[in-house]
């Protein structure tokens, strides 16, 4: 997570709203419990243009140049969400946090305290604060999808995936979890409802 933010705030540098910022990272969790991450930011394209003297995708391209001398593996993109574009960024281990897999049941652990720490050590480094980004609108949001409905002491949860947002919550620790059903479950009953099918349609035949 420290690696991550601050190659994010490296960026924000090249801007002077840096609170204008749209940042997310995301964790994908698959059934083994290995994690796929992936990042976002996104800027105000009214911001870029009004910033800069360069079209939106021209400067979004030297930052991707820039960028890519210090993270050579990182693999971007530039991407266009309504009235903001930035990159899409993978291809490098940004934050791995703890996971255990017991059984059925997959357990994410994120230290927020962390995270928080070193966004407001680098928000202080640009002359700003976390609370100038909350105020200003701006975002960073964690986001972990589980393989199966899960449970957080945090966050929001919409289907397989749990939001947290960085700025507002006040836990010192996120802790996910999930637990996968039995493979052979389905197969049992689907076993059963044909037994008892069989079985009706003999009765109904006497």
């Not at 243009?49 to 210090?70: C, F, H, Q, R, V």
């Not at 969400?81 to 897999?101: C, M, Q, T």
């Not at 397989?160 to 999930?178: F, G, S």
């Amino acid at each position: 997570m420290k690696k991550y933010i601050k190659f994010i705030f490296l960026a924000m540098i090249c801007l002077t709203l840096a609170s204008c910022m749209d940042i997310s990272l995301s964790y994908d969790i698959d059934k083994k419990g290995n994690i796929t991450q992936t990042g976002t930011m996104l800027f105000d394209n009214s911001l870029i243009e009004s910033e800069t003297n360069s079209s939106i995708d021209e400067y979004l391209e030297e930052m991707k140049e820039e960028l890519a001398t210090n993270h050579p593996s990182l693999v971007m993109d530039i991407i266009h969400d309504g009235n903001k574009s930035g990159l899409s960024l993978r291809g490098e281990s940004f934050y791995e946090p703890a996971i255990v897999k017991s059984g059925n049941t997959i357990t994410l652990t994120i230290d927020l305290v962390q995270a928080k720490d070193t966004l407001s050590q680098e928000a202080m480094f640009i002359g700003t604060t976390i609370e100038d980004m909350r105020q200003e609108g701006g975002q960073f949001n964690i986001y972990v999808t589980m393989p199966a409905k899960p449970k957080s002491n945090v966050g929001s949860i919409k289907k397989n995936t749990v939001k947290i947002d960085l700025l507002e919550t006040d836990a010192n620790t996120a802790t996910i979890t999930c637990s996968l059903s039995n493979p052979l479950i389905p197969f049992l009953i689907a076993l059963i409802v044909g037994l008892l099918t069989i079985l009706a349609r003999i009765l109904l035949h006497r």
